[in-house]
Structures are given as structure tokens and as C-alpha cells.
């Protein structure tokens, strides 16, 4: 039978110690229970101080404590989550799928910094949601998914809900710990049995389940999910030297950690750590996808940086992608919003990787050629993460003889125009193919967040002849849509309001809602970066765009060009005619932005390439050739006769010394 709480004697002081003492009894067995997985008392006894502890708080509020675990279970139910910008970018990481490519990671590496040593430490990789949790003098403030990295979804009130977090920690300093949301196994089970029950939709993994919980608008449906959360790093700087010292500051602040984690001398020891793992996947209580390997040492971390949006010190050592068997029952193609064709096999419906999938990507005429792959095959499909399922063999020992080989078209099979081959994949040559536009617009909407205009609205408003282009999108008027069939006041009004709310759109953004061919979000972000304005990028030349980090020729090509199209200019216009706000970068200047740098010989501190990399990341043109358009020439130890040529053009010339002072090292 459960314990009947009582009331202790009435008297201010006496109640209001009471809570105190409530509260911290009840803290202290959560966290033995959800952290420590010592549960101390019995649920009867648990349940029993807590219904003692509401009915104090009920009947004297004005005692009730900031930290009281009453506060975890509750509240009005959101209309929409509200968008956080993180303080600092949540990155993701580089996958490797065999210990050859963990290999190659440290051959990489070791070209960086050749002359440091460092070891390793070896963690888990939940197959979960990230969520970042910020702590302000103690308290639990913003807890925020990762989003696209800058900007991600409060979900305080849910994370709230959460058991194994702590509400409140012993720390003073600003602390932002980060980790993953998992849903265990148990708990996913018991969830789609249920949702099984009412006739719902069942959650394919624990991951999609975490998620899908996590992101409910109600906190009630969140408590009910038993979700758990593992604290794997602290991005604030609490002067820590090593991942080890971060994972006993964690442990030591309240919050749960694996116990799955080990600090190894070199990668033999990682690759031992990663066998290990994989033998003890299928009996651990939550899904995990593989290893997570780190540079330890933080300040080595620090200094490899980041290249794309993954840190170079850590890499996912994951475990082989799921294969599975097939037929493929069609191939058909897929017209992109770039007019590129894709081929497309659609399957015979089969699990693999946790969820069902019904097709997969065949990239291009040459894979299928060296495949193979005809219809009515047999195949076998890959599926690694969340990308679509790769078709990687085919089991030419089941063919009947009905197999057909599959041929790319000649014509756009949606506007019937000629297409052409560039490289390994062909594209519609015609500029006004109705799917190539609408797919840019359904990725234009998608960049600024107007949720509520979605493929099929866009198709009906371009068939209707509301709109020709995105600009349109920005003068439309209720009046416009609500004429239309199926089309009320109501749902007119919050389309119009929705995209006016969403004119306001960062720089990075705005470039990459462009579609430009080979710019995706990282490669508008070092845009952005580097110029800091639209009218910057327009007029950036090709070369300019080229000297930037991470961005090759291809790329800068591309940007260039579409920048120079006058129907493109047209379009950024009108954009900002219709009131599109576009908020500009600060840019970060050097005494080497915008200058032309020439490195000739070896310098001491760095080699070729970090002297590269640090003239393009001080905003500066690193440049092979000296010519009269040079600005420095950098000359190091034995250096060759573009030393001679630079003294004979009036080059001012620098030492490695002057170098660095410039580089502000």
C-alpha cells in the first residue's frame, strides 16, 4: 500500500523548512535514480513525498522553491516553438565507416600539426537528438535543439520534463553543457505498442521517437515518454585541458554521462574500444550508431579548427550501414531544381536501417552503367544515417531475361525540351521547365521558414497564375487567395501574414534561398562571411570568391556566373523591392583583407598550407605568381626568383617576422 503523506504541524517557519527539506530529499533521490541508476527508496515512498510536497506548494506558494521538482511536469501547451540563435554554433561531424578512412583522418592530421602528439578519447554516438542546455548563475535558462547549427528550437519547457537533467547546478560561472536526447529501448517499444493501439503512426527507430517526443507542443506528452539525456561536452571555457576533464566536470555538475568512455594512447586503442562496442550494441538499453573518437587535448582540438561544419579533432567511427535485398520495379527520373536529372530506383518495398524504404538514388548514367542495374533486378540496397538508400550490387545470377535496361532520355521527360550532358550528369537546357521552377521555389520557402506555403500551394498558385517567381510571393494579397477553391479568409490571412512575418532573413541564408548551383549553406555562409552584403557578393569578382577557404574553382565559377546573370540581378532586386531585409555580415578586417600575398621559400612556423589557409582566413588573396597587382611577398629561407622579381616590380617585401605581426600572431 502506498504511504499516506501527511501535513506537518501549521506554523510559517516550520512549513517553509518542511519544502526545503521535501525539495532536497526528492532532488537527491531523481538524481540517484536518473543519473546514477541507484534508486535508494521505492516508487510508493518517492510518489509519497512528492504528493506532500504539491499539497504544501499548493496551500503556501509563497514558499515554494525555484528548484522544486514540481516545476519539471506541467505548463500551457505551445502554439510553435520559438527559434534560439545558439551562442556558439552547434557543428556536426565527419563520418567514417571503416578504421582505413579513422586512418586516413589521422594521416590528415598529423599533416596539420606533424610535430605534436596527442592521444585519444574514444566515447559513444547516440542515435539521437542534440539539444544544447545553457546555465546561467546556476539555472536552467534556454535549452535549444541544434537546428541548422546557428539557429535551433526552444524547447525549455519539454527538456524540463526531463528526469536526468538537473534544474539547477552548483556552479556560478555561465555553463553551456550539450548532449543527447534518447528515447530507450524499452520505453520505444512500450511507446508504439500503444500508438499501435490508437491507430497512430509508429515511431521506425528510437531515434525518431526521441524526436518526435521531444518536440511535442505539450510538456504532458513529453513527461510521458521517459526520455533520458547523456552530457557529453561543455563548450563554455571553464579552463579544462582534456575531453577526459570535461566528462568528470560534467559528472561532478549532476549530469548523466556514459559509462562507455575511455582515453586510449593511439587509434589500435580506438579500434579495440570500437569492437568492443559493437559486440555490446544490441544489449545496451538505447540506440547508438557508433564510436565517437577525439583529439584529448583541448588546446590541439582548438588548433586543427573546423573545416565545413565538422571540428577536424573528432570524427564518427561508425558501424557499417544496414544492406538488404530487392527488386527494383522502375527506374524514372527525378528533375531537380537545378534541372539536373537524377535516376531514381523505385523498390520493392523493404526494411533496412530502422524505417521502410520504397526507392533509391542511382546518381547518374555512369553508375548505373558500371551497376549494371536494369529493371526487374535484383539488388542490394546500403542505407547509412538518414540519406537515401544507395543501390551497391546487383545478383545477376536471379535475372529471368525480362530485365530491361534503362536508357537517360533526350528530352526533359516534364517539359519535353532537349537536355545535355555536363560532366557525369545531364540537365533540362530549358530555363522555364515548370518543375525546375518549382522546385526552386520550394527550396526558396524552405530558406526563409514560410511554413505555411508548401509544394502543393506553390504548384496551385503558379498553375492559378498568382505567381511567376518568389518575388511574387511577397506582393500577393488575401484577396488573392481566398478567391480560389478550398482557399477560406482564415487560411488566406495566415499564408499573407506568414510570409510577410518571414521577410527578415539572415545573409547566409538569403544566398543560400538562391539555389545557386554547388552553394549550399556552407558555402553561403563563407560568403556571407567574407563580404558581408549582397551588394559585396554581386560585385565580388571570380578570383575574390576563388580565394576564399574551402571554396575551389568549380564553385566560384558557379557563384560568379549566376551573379552575373541580369536575369539574377533582376531577381535580388525585386526581392528587396518587395521588402525582403537582408541582415549584413560584419566583417572581420586584417591588414592582409583584400590583398594579394605571394609566400616564396620555407618559413619556420607553419607550412605551405597553414600559411595558406591563415592568408585566406585573414581576409587576404593568396596568389602562386608574382605580378604588378601584388601587394606582399613573403620570403622565407631559400627562396626562389620570385624574390627577384618582386624587388625589380617595388613589391613591398616582408619577413616571416613582419609575416606574423600581420596575421596578428
Known amino acids: 500500500m502506498p504511504v499516506k503523506a501527511t501535513h506537518p504541524p ?20 531523481r538524481y540517484r535514480y536518473h543519473v546514477l541508476d541507484d534508486p535508494s527508496v521505492t516508487d510508493q515512498i518517492y510518489d509519497s513525498l512528492t504528493q506532500e510536497l504539491v499539497g504544501l506548494e499548493k496551500d503556501y506558494p509563497q514558499f515554494k522553491l525555484k528548484n522544486s521538482p514540481t516545476n519539471r511536469v506541467g505548463g500551457v ?46 566515447e559513444l554516438k547516440f542515435d539521437g537528438l542534440a539539444i544544447s542546455l545553457r546555465y546561467e548563475k546556476g539555472e536552467l535558462g534556454i535549452a535549444a535543439t541544434r537546428g541548422d547549427g546557428f539557429v535551433g528550437e526552444n524547447v525549455t519547457n519539454n527538456i524540463r520534463t526531463i528526469q536526468s537533467i538537473p534544474l539547477e547546478i552548483d556552479e556560478r560561472k555561465e ?50 515518454r521517459n526520455l533520458q539525456y547523456y552530457a557529453y561536452d561543455i563548450v563554455t571555457d571553464h579552463g579544462l585541458k582534456t575531453h577526459a576533464e570535461i566528462h568528470k ?23 579495440e574500444f570500437y569492437k568492443q562496442i559493437e559486440k555490446a550494441r544490441e544489449k545496451l538499453p538505447f540506440g547508438i550508431d557508433g564510436v565517437v573518437v577525439s583529439v584529448n587535448q583541448i588546446d590541439l582540438y582548438k588548433r586543427f579548427g573546423v573545416v565545413g561544419k565538422a571540428p577536424r579533432g ?12 530487392t527488386v527494383v520495379e522502375n527506374i524514372n527520373i527525378n528533375v531537380g531544381r537545378t534541372g539536373k536529372l537524377t535516376p531514381v530506383a523505385f523498390l520493392r518495398p523493404v526494411f533496412v536501417g530502422g524505417t521502410t524504404v520504397s526507392r533509391a538514388t542511382l546518381h547518374n548514367e555512369d553508375e548505373i552503367r558500371r551497376l549494371d542495374v536494369r529493371i526487374g533486378d535484383t539488388v542490394v540496397i546500403q542505407r547509412a544515417g538518414d540519406v537515401i538508400p544507395d543501390v551497391v550490387e546487383v545478383l545477376p545470377k536471379l535475372r529471368t531475361g525480362k530485365e530491361k535496361k534503362f536508357n537517360m532520355p533526350k528530352y526533359c521527360p516534364v517539359c519535353k525540351e532537349l537536355v545535355t550532358r555536363r560532366g557525369v550528369d545531364y540537365f533540362c537546357t530549358n530555363d522555364d521547365c515548370p518543375t525546375k521552377n518549382v522546385r526552386a521555389m520550394e527550396h526558396f520557402v524552405s530558406a526563409f521558414d514560410i511554413y505555411t506555403v508548401g509544394p502543393k500551394i506553390l504548384k496551385r498558385f503558379k498553375d492559378e497564375g498568382l505567381i511567376s517567381d518568389v518575388v511574387d510571393l511577397f506582393h500577393l494579397k488575401k484577396e488573392d487567395i481566398q478567391s480560389l477553391e478550398r482557399f477560406g479568409e482564415k487560411s488566406a490571412e495566415n499564408i499573407v501574414n506568414s510570409i510577410q512575418d518571414h521577410k527578415k532573413i539572415t545573409l547566409p541564408k538569403f544566398i543560400y534561398s538562391l539555389g545557386i548551383p554547388h552553394v549550399g549553406e556552407e558555402t553561403a555562409f563563407d560568403l556571407a562571411s567574407r563580404f558581408g552584403s549582397i551588394k559585396a557578393v554581386m560585385d565580388a569578382s571570380k578570383e575574390e570568391i576563388n580565394s576564399i577557404p574551402n571554396i575551389g574553382e568549380v564553385v566560384a565559377e558557379s557563384a560568379y556566373s549566376w551573379f552575373n546573370k541580369s536575369a539574377n540581378k533582376d531577381l535580388v532586386s525585386g526581392l528587396i523591392d518587395a521588402g525582403v531585409r537582408i541582415e549584413n555580415v560584419k566583417i572581420k578586417t586584417t591588414a592582409l583583407t583584400g590583398k594579394s600575398i605571394v609566400v616564396t621559400g620555407s ?21 602562386s605568381s608574382v605580378s604588378k597587382n601584388t601587394d606582399f611577398i613573403v620570403v622565407g629561407d631559400s627562396p626562389g626568383s620570385k ?6 616590380l617595388g613589391i613591398k617585401i616582408l619577413n616571416e617576422k613582419e609575416f606574423l605581426k600581420l596575421l596578428g600572431r
Open 175 to 224: 555553463v553551456e553543457v550539450r548532449g543527447e536526447i534518447v528515447m530507450p529501448k524499452e520505453a520505444w517499444k512500450k511507446l508504439n505498442k500503444q500508438q499501435e493501439k490508437e491507430g497512430k503512426v509508429l515511431y521506425a527507430n528510437t531515434r525518431n521517437a526521441a524526436a518526435g517526443s521531444l518536440r511535442q507542443l505539450d510538456p504532458k506528452i513529453t513527461a510521458s
Open 643 to 648: 624574390a627577384d622579381k618582386a624587388e625589380n
Open 77 to 122: 501547451a505551445l502554439d510553435k516553438f520559438e527559434k534560439v540563435t545558439h551562442q556558439r554554433r552547434m557543428l556536426s561531424l565527419s563520418d567514417a565507416f571503416s578504421f582505413e578512412e579513422v586512418q586516413a583522418w589521422e594521416d590528415r592530421l598529423r599533416k596539420i600539426l606533424p610535430d605534436e602528439r596527442w592521444d585519444y578519447f574514444v
Open 314 to 325: 573528432i570524427v564518427a567511427f561508425k558501424f557499417a550501414p544496414e544492406q538488404v535485398t
Open 603 to 623: 618559413l619556420d612556423t607553419m607550412s605551405r598550407e597553414e600559411a595558406k589557409e591563415a592568408v585566406r582566413e585573414a581576409g587576404g588573396d593568396w596568389v
Open 10 to 29: 501549521a506554523g510559517g517557519q516550520k512549513i517553509q523548512e518542511r519544502i526545503k527539506k521535501l525539495t532536497d530529499q526528492i532532488n537527491d533521490l
Open 249 to 271: 566536470k560534467i559528472k561532478d555538475l549532476g549530469f548523466r554521462i556514459s559509462e562507455y568512455q575511455k582515453t586510449v594512447k593511439n587509434l589500435e586503442g580506438v579500434h
